[in-house]
């Protein structure tokens, strides 16, 4: 094995290459959904819904032509308001729809996976054609905490009563890089006073919802970035009103066998990182580019 500079990093290269490849594994996961904002005194709000995700062991390519990489960014969270929904992730012809909104008020928004409600909604729907994720939490129907943003792995939590907030759905693991990652979780909910438990972010990135103790409160907290997950929803106090989380940013990976060649080119302002596991070579962009076999 020897080392070669591609595209200014220095990476490994196996002899002998066995030509471009003509499939590749992908995971593209879309920005998380930015978590609902509240005003004082009005309730938990509904976590974002995480980015959506899609993966695919075998994905054609074709030689000698630059594929679009995007990398979505996350929607940032409300200020009495909604939030805001993710940004789509792209590989080639792939997209992943970015996170539904967390709600301030009534149903969470639409997206890769849903946002939460906030009360007297119901949570916002995922993409279902492919599927990319869950639904988000609704409202118990009884009181003023929030639902949590749907996760790639499962939908948000609809608050279990009127005083503890929904938490976010669950990523999905991917071993894409040769380790075991969760990616897309979505927010925790918000709720309305210091009696009240906020919801937790999913596991993969999910922001948990804002908490409250005593007269004091804390926004609701961002998804983690560059795993697509959902932002926390705001609570409130009496006199205080919380921002929403912002949804945490998409990221796209690739990978084939170290056997075949590395790609030709990179594009646009940013490269990936390379790394090589398990018998792949691995690219992996958290900002924009292009690449070519």
Do not use: C, H
Not at 86 to 105: D, K, P
Not at 111 to 138: D, I, K, M, V
């Amino acid at each position: 094995m020897s080392q070669t500079l591609l595209g200014g990093f220095l990476s490994a290269t196996f002899n002998p290459l066995s030509g471009a490849p003509t499939t590749v594994e992908y995971l593209v996961v879309a920005g998380g959904g930015g978590g609902g904002g509240s005003v004082a005194n009005n309730d938990g709000k509904g976590g974002g819904g995480a980015g959506g995700l899609r993966s695919a062991a075998s994905f054609a390519v074709a030689t000698g032509t630059a594929l679009t990489v995007t990398v979505g960014a996350g929607g940032a969270g409300g200020s009495g308001a909604n939030g805001i929904v993710g940004v789509n992730s792209v590989f080639s012809s792939i997209t992943s729809n970015g996170g539904g909104y967390g709600s301030y008020s009534g149903n969470g928004g639409a997206g890769g996976s849903g946002g939460g409600a906030a009360p007297y909604g119901t949570g916002g729907t995922a993409t279902a054609s492919p599927s990319q994720g869950f639904n988000g939490g609704s409202y118990d129907g009884a009181g003023s905490a929030g639902g949590g943003g749907g996760g790639a792995g499962s939908i948000g939590v609809t608050a279990p009563s009127s005083n503890i907030a929904g938490n976010g759905g669950t990523g999905q693991v991917s071993t894409i890089t040769g380790a075991r990652v969760f990616y897309a979780g979505g927010g925790g909910a918000g709720v309305i006073n210091a009696t009240n438990t906020s919801g937790l972010g999913g596991a993969g990135g999910g922001g948990n919802g804002g908490s409250v103790g005593g007269s004091t409160l804390t926004n609701g907290i961002s998804g983690t970035a560059n795993t697509g997950g959902g932002g926390g929803g705001a609570s409130s106090t009496t006199s205080l009103a919380g921002v929403g989380g912002t949804g945490g940013s998409g990221i796209v990976i690739i990978r084939y066998p170290a056997s075949q060649s590395p790609p030709t080119a990179f594009g646009g302002a940013n490269y990936p990182q390379i790394n090589y596991a398990d018998g792949y070579q691995i690219y992996t962009w958290t900002a924009s580019g292009t690449v070519t076999f």
